[in-house]
């Protein structure tokens, strides 16, 4: 690491603690994605796991990604930047949305040439809730993934809503999932939304993205 990327990345973990993460704009078709320039990293999960709860506590925002308890709220893949050379990006949830079937299936087709075209995309943080563990909707999407050669990381969220033992348990079995599976980054992370449990480890690791 350069002497400047220490620097780099404590101001990009200042940018987000200061809440000056900025909403940019809503795709819902490729003709409307931004240009390829800076580092992105996408939020991908089941509808209801947390995703714009997750953004909000990452960027210190209450209201920068609009929550919901109504599943599938998310149907744009919606993009937030930080500074000059990041941006999140919210990826509709999958698994169930109140919607008919032909703009779900239009939403994953978003999706899929989102990851397909995205060069500037290091990694894609699928949130799995710590109370229900992986689901046969989500090993589809790390299928997904990992034909896309895609970089992924798991990270649970609703951490505080299950004990110690739990926990141990789902990090174990969750870990030996996705050891075979070559684009699955090997470390998994815990976070609470609520609580604030794991936010500052989240941001430091999308700060390196940002600043290597």
Do not use: C
């Amino acid at each position: 690491m350069s002497p400047r990327e220490p620097a780099m990345v404590g101001e990009i973990e200042r940018l987000f603690r200061s809440g000056a993460a900025e909403y940019r704009t809503s795709v819902h078709d490729l003709t409307q994605l931004p240009p390829v320039d800076g580092i992105e990293v996408a939020f991908a999960g089941r509808s209801n796991v947390g995703k714009s709860s997750l953004i909000n506590a990452l960027t210190n925002r209450k209201k920068l990604a609009h929550t919901s308890n109504t599943p599938g709220r998310t149907q744009a893949l919606n993009y937030y930047t930080l500074g000059s050379t990041l941006r999140l990006v919210d990826m509709p949830g999958y698994g169930y949305a109140q919607a008919p079937k032909e703009k779900v299936a239009t939403w994953t087709e978003l999706i899929l040439d989102f990851l397909r075209g995205r060069p500037n995309l290091r990694r894609v943080f699928l949130l799995i809730d710590a109370r229900h563990g992986l689901k046969p909707n989500d090993l589809d999407v790390l299928n997904l993934l990992d034909a896309a050669a895609v970089s992924y990381q798991v990270v649970f969220t609703k951490a505080d809503k299950i004990k110690q033992g739990a926990r141990e348990t789902l990090v174990s079995e969750t870990s030996k999932a996705l050891r075979p599976r070559p684009a699955a980054f090997p470390e998994i992370i815990m976070t609470s939304a609520e609580k604030g449990e794991g936010i500052d480890e989240l941001r430091s690791l999308i700060a390196g993205f940002a600043a290597a």
